[in-house]
């Protein structure tokens, strides 16, 4: 019994402390979707940047994507996997968190970088077909001197998009 409520206690004390642990020690939200890292390089030869994205893999994954969300961690993010190349557009319904929306081609290019403003159901399509969309905090890429031109690397292993 004495184990038992050891245990609750530290655990009450290290939740209570933990607000100002290292967000990338802490695991996101689970919304039931697979999470993994992507790295993203603003040239082949520069330094690696991470981030850890939910895969939104099949279509209602994809049209729920990251709505009602009330907050994200600096280097959380999700990303949206199409089949093949696809030109429709990304809005911001029901989405609380203003977003920096990355359409990246096939080829893992970071084609072009839109705002997203929360609530805001203008479509935001892009010049060029893509095959994956990041979408982050809005910023993110600037305060990580990535933008337009940048890699995304993905890991083996990701979803076959439906």
């Known amino acids: 019994m ?11 004390i290290t939740s209570f402390f933990c607000g100002g642990c290292d967000e990338e020690s802490t695991p996101p939200p689970d ?6 890292s ?4 603003a040239t082949a030869d520069s330094k690696p940047v991470h981030v850890s994205v939910e895969i939104a893999s099949t279509t209602p994954q994809r049209q729920q994507g990251l ?3 009330e907050t994200m961690s600096e ?34 290019r970071v ?4 705002t997203g403003e929360p ?20 910023g993110w890429f600037e305060r990580h001197g ?8 993905l890991p083996p292993g990701l979803p076959t998009p439906q």
């Open 119 to 138: 609530f805001n159901e203008t479509i935001l399509r892009p010049e060029l077909p893509y095959r994956y969309v990041l979408e982050v905090n809005e």
């Open 31 to 36: 919304f039931g979707l697979p999470i993994t």
């Open 67 to 69: 709505m009602h969300r």
């Open 75 to 108: 280097n959380r993010g999700m990303l949206f996997l199409f089949a093949q190349d696809v030109s429709g557009g990304f809005w911001m319904k029901n989405t609380i968190l203003p977003l920096t929306i990355a359409y990246i081609g096939a080829d893992g």
């Open 2 to 12: 004495r184990v038992q409520i050891f245990r609750v206690i530290l655990f009450l």
């Open 38 to 41: 992507i790295t993203l390089r």
């Open 146 to 153: 990535l933008g337009v031109g940048s890699m995304v690397e």
């Open 111 to 114: 084609q072009e970088l839109r």
